[in-house]
């Protein structure tokens, strides 16, 4: 008898149900997160092998502006342990309605020049391809408009079983205005 290798496939990160959508929606601040795991399609193709990777939309339909930033996620399994996030250094500027930017201009590349939020518990993810083109831009998202983009995080389908990811939003002085919860288990890929 031959013996084989056996590679398991890695895991990807669903709800407790299973699903690969998860939403939250906070009705006294009009914010509404929604978080799509396993829809990477794009390069390098082997991304969610090595990091955990989650598309977010942020909808902000109340009246006052709120952060995105890098330092407000943590990720947690379980155990109590932090993944942290990969930060590939995305921003955005507020647009004018005659179509300027603001005066001050963000550098995706080589400059990261926006508030990183309450800490500094992430880290500088120096990716090419795809992923700070993709990734979700840090900024001041103002009422009435939403983003997109993917979040990168350390890999936690290969060490837990469960994580939870809290995003602390507030307004662009650091004043709390919700957290999102979002509850994780780790599936076969």
Known sequence: ML???CTRAPGVLVSPEGEHRLSVHDDATGITVVLTTGVWDAE???LPNNVAVVHVLVANLGP???LLAPGDLELRDTRGFRYALLDA???FDA????????AQRYDRELERSYDPGRSMNFEPFAAGDDVPRL???WGTLAPGTQMRGFLYFEPVT???NEAVLRWHLGDPQHQPLFDAVFEFRVADG
Do not use: N, Y
């Open 44 to 46: 390098p193709k082997q």
């Open 158 to 160: 290969r060490t837990a």
């Open 89 to 91: 250094g995305a921003s």
């Open 64 to 66: 006052q502006p709120i």
């Open 95 to 102: 647009v004018d309605a005659d179509g300027a930017a603001s």
């Open 3 to 5: 013996a084989t290798a």
């Open 135 to 137: 990734a979700l831009p």
